[in-house]
Nanobody, 126 residues
Framework: QVQLVESGGGLVQSGGSLRLSCAAS????????MGWFRQAPGEERKFVAAITWSSGSTSYADSVKGRFTISRDNAKNTVYLQMFSLKPEDTAVYYC???????????????????WGQGTQVTVSS
């Protein structure tokens, strides 16, 4: 089992920044790809960003490219999502996810992930 705990959400004005963190515990973090997803009220959970174990490959949803950066510190078992230039449409509950077997080409797919955190709310006011 891998336990994931997100933090860093909150209320921010449009144009502001936030950094989300996701701390993993339980089984070894080694080899796990990590992803960030978000879910707005009444909508499906959507892909935001993903990073492979070695951090050699990252991917982003088109809606956040150039504004969000995913990174990880494997020594700390933590993955981050730095968010800049936030917009009201970024308002959602943000979830981190982990999986040890997902292929790089499928890291944007919700069903590929085995472990999920409880989510952290991000609200961007206009």
């Amino acid at each position: 089992q891998v336990q994931l705990v997100e933090s860093g959400g909150g209320l921010v004005q449009s144009g502001g920044s936030l950094r989300l963190s996701c701390a993993a515990s339980g089984r070894t973090f080694r080899g796990y790809a990590m992803g960030w997803f978000r879910q707005a009220p009444g909508e499906e959970r959507k892909f935001v960003a993903a990073i492979t174990w070695s951090s050699g490959s990252t991917s982003y949803a088109d809606s956040v490219k150039g504004r969000f950066t995913i990174s990880r510190d494997n020594a700390k078992n933590t993955v981050y999502l730095q968010m800049f230039s936030l917009k009201p449409e970024d308002t959602a509950v943000y979830y981190c996810a982990a999986d040890s077997t997902a292929r790089r080409s499928r890291l944007h797919i919700t069903e590929e992930y085995e472990y999920w955190g409880q989510g952290t709310q991000v609200t961007v006011s206009s």
